[in-house]
């Protein structure tokens, strides 16, 4: 098996470990101050918005459209081009995904097609944002407020990706990543949702452990359907040794993806041409204007 290349190695330092190492022997594993802690940063790095772990980057998704009142008779446009994880929350919560093809450039969802294939129903939008590339930010923007939907960011691959200047996560409505082993920072398994008050993050509190509201000293109401996300202190203290790293990581992830760019431009060059064909046979002037004929092989500079 030593010829076969990865699709990913996450890079765990001993620091990490050793810190992995402390939670394990302090008794407090599940979530606790570590978690607190984790969430501390994070919020930092997005600007100070309020900030939830979750144990999942799909539960994350899921709690915002409940957050945001999506639900039966409601439709949610998204992209094809995903793990099944964003449609699948989208029929969670007894809403109709409908899909709107991708810009054949970027693979992210088409902006023109997403606009058309809004509907009285529509609620929402689910945005990919591919290999950590963002959609045009502005325009996503504009498309929802002058339709008055809301957007849940699927940035699973994005932490450490910005628009014009911002980290992605630092703006717009419900931001959700992924800190899934192969992500671009990882807790094993886990996730974060960026919300947009301290109203929706107690909201996202409740449905991450059962609905549960405390009080006092044991004191315990259940006024919503909740589920079991959270995040533990063991993750946690994998995900601050991430961070730590995610300049570092990020630098690296950029370094291989132009590697692989330059060594498959030849390849790429190819089958744009041909995607190219028919559109340049049809064009008055005999010339594709698509940015593919422009860029052979885009590398997301996010």
């Keep these: ?7 990913s190695r996450p890079t765990i330092d001993e620091a990490t470990i050793a810190a992995v190492a402390d939670v394990l022997r302090s008794g407090w594993i599940t979530s606790g101050p570590k978690a607190q802690e984790f969430e501390r940063i994070l919020s930092e790095y997005f600007g100070g918005r309020p900030v939830r772990t979750f144990n999942s980057g799909t539960c994350t998704m899921e709690i915002a459209l409940r957050i945001a009142g999506i639900g039966a008779g409601d439709e ?3 992209t094809p081009i ?3 994880a964003t449609a699948n929350v989208i029929i969670e919560v007894g809403a109709t995904p409908v899909f709107a093809d991708i ?10 097609k997403l606009e058309a294939a809004i509907t009285p129903r529509t609620k929402a939008i689910i945005p990919v944002y591919l290999a950590g590339k963002p ?10 407020a002058k339709h008055k939907l809301r957007v849940v960011e699927d940035a699973a691959q994005a932490i450490g990706s910005s628009w014009q200047g911002k980290p992605i ?12 082993a192969n992500k671009n920072i990882t807790t094993c398994e886990g996730g974060c949702l960026v919300l947009n008050n301290e109203a929706e993050a107690k909201l996202a509190e409740k449905y991450r452990l059962q609905g549960v509201t405390r009080s006092g000293v044991d004191g315990i109401d259940v006024d919503v359907l909740g589920g079991k996300y959270n ?23 950029r370094k291989l993806a132009r590697h692989y760019s330059k060594r ?8 744009l041409a041909h995607n190219c064909r028919r559109k340049i046979m049809k064009a008055p002037t005999g010339t594709c204007s698509r940015s593919c004929c422009r860029s052979a092989s885009p590398v997301p500079s996010s």
């Design 231 to 253: 995040m533990t202190d063991v993750a946690a203290a994998i995900g601050l040794g991430q961070f730590a790293q995610l300049d570092a990581i990020t630098a690296q992830r």
């Design 135 to 144: 959609v045009d930010m502005d325009r996503l923007y504009a498309i929802a």
């Design 169 to 180: 996560g630092s703006f717009g409505d419900f931001v959700s990543f992924s800190f899934q």
């Design 76 to 78: 949610v446009i998204t």
């Design 1 to 7: 098996m030593s010829n076969i290349l990865p699709f």
């Design 264 to 271: 498959s431009a030849r390849i790429s060059r190819r089958r």
């Design 103 to 112: 810009d054949p450039v970027t693979r992210n969802i088409d902006l023109d």
């Design 82 to 84: 995903s793990w099944v």
